[in-house]
Nanobody, 124 residues
Framework: VQLQASGGGLVQAGGSLRLSCAASGRTFSSYAMGWFRQAPGKEREFVAAINWSGSLTNYADSVKGRFTISRDNAKNTVYLQMNNLKPEDTAVYYC??????????????????WGQGTQVTVSS
């Protein structure tokens, strides 16, 4: 599967952005999906994950209550709605796909496919 992330940009603290990740190739519902982010000089960290149907989600503590992951299997797309953004959310955001569609994990090495990343910058 090929993944294409988009929707990043520059936003002021307290603002919102919605990231999209479009998938092509194998049936999209065959994958669990995740979002990760990497800030300069830091390791890649888990943000959110969603199972194949959208019935299960998981979030990093740092984004709970502010970010929402969702998916539209008819459009082969996973979304990350980010509200109340903070400067510490500044990072390159990556979407990823995992072959086991029902099992959620925040461990990056468990994901099989990665998109190219989209930059999110939050100014104070």
């Amino acid at each position: 599967v090929q993944l294409q992330a988009s929707g990043g940009g520059l936003v002021q603290a307290g603002g919102s952005l919605r990231l999209s990740c479009a998938a092509s190739g194998r049936t999209f519902s065959s994958y669990a999906m995740g979002w990760f982010r990497q800030a300069p000089g830091k390791e890649r960290e888990f943000v959110a994950a969603i199972n194949w149907s959208g019935s299960l989600t998981n979030y990093a503590d740092s984004v709970k209550g502010r970010f929402t992951i969702s998916r539209d299997n008819a459009k082969n797309t996973v979304y990350l709605q980010m509200n109340n953004l903070k400067p510490e959310d500044t990072a390159v955001y990556y979407c990823a796909a995992k072959n086991n569609p029902s099992f959620l994990t925040g461990i990056a090495r468990r994901y099989d496919y990665w998109g190219q990343g989209t930059q999110v910058t939050v100014s104070s």
